[in-house]
Each structure stands twice: as C-alpha cells, then as structure tokens.
C-alpha cells in the first residue's frame, strides 16, 4: 500500500496560554490577557478560534465534534487519530490562526508569535507522534528576525519547510526578504506558502470581500500575486536550489499564472527590473510545486489533464484537514501506480526530506 504524506493539515487554534510562556516579558501580559478572554491572536477584525470556525461551518465534513469543544482541534493527540483514521502516514502542520501573522502591525510582536508557536508545536506536538512533521513559521513583516527563526531550526530533523502567509504588506518578491530566502537556502530548507486570510491588506485583487465565499473562492490572487512578483523579481534565480511550495489553493492556478506571466515577458522583457535565466514557465519544473488541495469537482479525465501539464513531479497531495472542504485519498483522480506514487509520497519526501 502506497504512503500517504499529508502536506496541507492546519491545525486550527494555537495554545496562547502556552505560547505566553514563550514570548518577551513585554508581550506576555498580551498574550496573558488573550487566553482568558479568548481573543484572537490577530486581534484583527475577523476571529479565529471556535465561533469563527463555527460561524462559517468550516469543520471538516464527517466530524461530530463542534467548535464549542475547541480542544479537538487544538490537542494533538485528537489530531493524531483523526489523521490515522484518514489513513495518513505523515503529515505536514502548517496551522491555522497563524495565517493571520501578517495582520498583526508590529513587526516585534508578529516574530515573538511565531518563535512562541513554532517552540510550542517543536515541544508540545512533535513528541506526540511520529506522523507529525512541523513547519518554521516566520513572519514576512521582520525578514531579520525570520532568517534567525529558520537558522534556529536548521538541524531540527522533524522541522521539514519554512512556512510564511503571502498577504503581508508586500508581495513576495520584494528584494526586502532576501534575508529569510537566504537563511532558507543555506539551511536548505524547502519555502511553503499558503495565503493568508488576514482583513487588514489586500487579499484579492478587488481588496477585501464582502462574503465569505467571495474571500474563498478569491484567495488564490494571493499565490498568483506573489508567484509573479517572485518571477519578476528574479527570486527564482536568485536562489535556484530554493524549492517553493505553493500551499493550499489547488493544482489548476498555477498554469495560468505562468502561461500569461511567460506571454507577457516575450514582449515585456525589457521592463523587467532584472534579467530571466529562462522563461516563467520554465520554473514550474525547477522551483515550483502546488498541492492538490482542494480538488474542485472535475470529471476525472479533466484532472488527470491538469496534473499532466503542471507535471506529476510538481504535485503533493494535501488535504486541508480540517477545514470544510478537506479532501481524502479517495477524492484524487484515477492516476497510474507511478502517478499515485508521485503525487501521495514520492514529491512531498523529496521536497521536505522525509
């Protein structure tokens, strides 16, 4: 039976009453505060603990557990059978309230929040099963800060990518990042990023939407905004043996982000700001991976088509348990035994090193 690497689990609510007793004495009467009120660590205008998830129904289908018991989804030990009996081998934690990091305005505060979150999962998650790999979260707002975050955790085996939310104040190929993108590649550590759900910058390309559905059928102008301005930018080059992950927003996206982005540079290329070693299509198959989640609904010789032209060695299967639409093993499309392979395990060990 084929392994199943999980790259896409967020976790929803992060333990503010343990991650106070990792953080400055400066922010520990915030986050002292926060946990006996159970205010949202964004402090931003859309929630994210329980009744956030509750409100938008954004359990996962199946689950009887409601958001009114909070520590389902926050207790790794309840994660861990919830994962086994989705028939996950190895699962990647990228969170879930983190993604609001980049709402937070000051830079000192969104970086002790992930060291806190990142010292907690390290202690508190890991130990609890080997199906648990972690992620480095840093924030984008403090590149200084995030570049000692990743060197931190360079030889920590069970620490696989460094993961950053892409709605930050700048899109992600602002030369500004170089610090973290460097301490990532010396440290040779794979980039994921997943959108980030924040309300304060601009999430979509018309800002910020009146309706949920709107703000998630639209997050996906995160990754194609970023995607582009890292292509332009020169990122790519820059830091060639930098492997990025694109979390969270499916397969399809990416084509015509890189069809229209390689079109426009044959007749652009002289106001690109820097010189292209190759063409913008040419680093989905050096640099670039998606994850399948979400799969959409698509008759499965459609799918099957998607895969092939972003290429199967692109493509990590992620569920995006536990949120509402998380998909199964069994929601993929009819792959060939190698494609399977490919898409389940083979990519997402070579990437994360597992």
């Given at each position: 039976?084929a392994?199943?690497?999980?790259?896409?689990?967020?976790?929803?609510?992060?333990?503010?009453?343990?991650?106070?007793?990792?953080?400055?004495?400066?922010?520990?009467?915030?986050?002292?505060?926060?946990?006996?009120?159970?205010d949202?660590?964004?402090?931003?205008?859309?929630?994210?603990?329980?009744?956030?998830?509750?409100?938008?129904?954004?359990?996962?289908?199946?689950?009887?557990?409601?958001?009114?018991?909070?520590?389902?989804?926050?207790?790794?030990?309840?994660?861990?059978?919830?994962?086994?009996?989705?028939?996950?081998?190895?699962?990647?934690?990228?969170?879930?309230?983190?993604?609001?990091?980049?709402?937070?305005?000051?830079?000192?505060?969104?970086?002790?929040?992930?060291?806190?979150?990142?010292?907690?999962?390290?202690?508190?998650?890991?130990?609890?099963?080997?199906?648990?790999?972690?992620?480095?979260?840093?924030?984008?707002?403090?590149?200084?800060?995030?570049?000692?975050?990743?060197?931190?955790?360079?030889?920590?085996?069970?620490?696989?990518?460094?993961?950053?939310?892409?709605?930050?104040?700048?899109?992600?190929?602002h030369?500004?990042?170089?610090?973290?993108y460097?301490?990532?590649?010396?440290?040779?550590?794979?980039?994921?990023?997943?959108?980030?759900?924040?309300?304060?910058?601009?999430?979509?390309?018309?800002?910020i939407?009146?309706?949920?559905?709107?703000?998630?059928?639209?997050?996906?102008?995160?990754?194609?905004?970023?995607?582009?301005?890292?292509l332009?930018?020169?990122?790519?080059?820059?830091?060639?043996?930098?492997?990025?992950?694109?979390?969270?927003?499916?397969?399809?996206?990416?084509?015509?982000?890189?069809?229209?982005?390689?079109?426009?540079?044959?007749?652009?290329e002289?106001?690109?700001?820097?010189?292209?070693?190759?063409?913008?299509?040419?680093?989905?198959?050096?640099?670039?991976?998606?994850?399948?989640?979400?799969?959409?609904?698509?008759?499965?010789?459609?799918?099957?088509s998607?895969f092939?032209?972003?290429?199967?060695?692109?493509?990590?299967?992620?569920?995006?348990?536990?949120?509402?639409?998380?998909?199964?093993?069994?929601?993929?499309?009819?792959?060939?035994?190698?494609?399977?392979?490919?898409?389940l395990?083979?990519?997402?060990?070579?990437?994360?090193?597992?």
């Open positions: 039976m392994r199943t690497i999980d790259s896409c689990v967020q976790q929803w609510a992060v333990d503010v009453g343990k991650m106070k007793d990792h953080v400055p004495d400066k922010w520990h009467r915030r986050l002292a505060v926060k946990s006996k009120i159970q949202p660590i964004s402090g931003t205008l859309m929630p994210s603990i329980p009744w956030y998830h509750d409100f938008w129904g954004e359990d996962a289908s199946g689950d009887e557990t409601t958001y009114e018991d909070a520590q389902h989804y926050r207790s790794p030990e309840a994660m861990d059978r919830a994962l086994a009996d989705r028939g996950v081998d190895t699962a990647l934690l990228t969170s879930h309230e983190m993604r609001f990091l980049p709402a937070i305005p000051s830079p000192d505060y969104s970086a002790a929040l992930a060291s806190a979150y990142n010292e907690v999962v390290a202690s508190d998650w890991l130990p609890v099963s080997d199906r648990f790999v972690g992620s480095v979260v840093v924030s984008t707002s403090n590149p200084e800060a995030a570049a000692a975050e990743v060197r931190k955790y360079a030889d920590n085996p069970d620490m696989v990518t460094v993961l950053v939310y892409g709605g930050g104040e700048l899109p992600l190929g030369r500004s990042y170089d610090p973290l460097e301490a990532a590649a010396e440290a040779d550590m794979p980039l994921t990023i997943h959108v980030s759900g924040n309300p304060i910058h601009r999430q979509t390309a018309m800002g939407p009146e309706q949920y559905v709107t703000h998630d059928t639209n997050l996906v102008h995160n990754h194609m905004t970023n995607m582009v301005s890292m332009f930018q020169g990122v790519f080059d820059r830091y060639p043996d930098l492997d990025i992950v694109y979390a969270g927003q499916g397969v399809s996206w990416v084509l015509q982000t890189l069809w229209r982005s390689t079109r426009y540079y044959r007749n652009l002289d106001t690109v700001p820097v010189h292209l070693e190759r063409e913008p299509i040419e680093y989905l198959e050096t640099n670039c991976y998606v994850t399948t989640y979400p799969l959409g609904v698509l008759p499965d010789e459609t799918a099957v998607l092939d032209m972003v290429g199967f060695d692109r493509i990590l299967y992620g569920s995006g348990y536990p949120y509402w639409n998380a998909d199964t093993v069994e929601d993929l499309p009819e792959l060939d035994d190698e494609q399977r392979e490919q898409v395990a083979k990519n997402a060990s070579r990437v994360y090193g597992l």
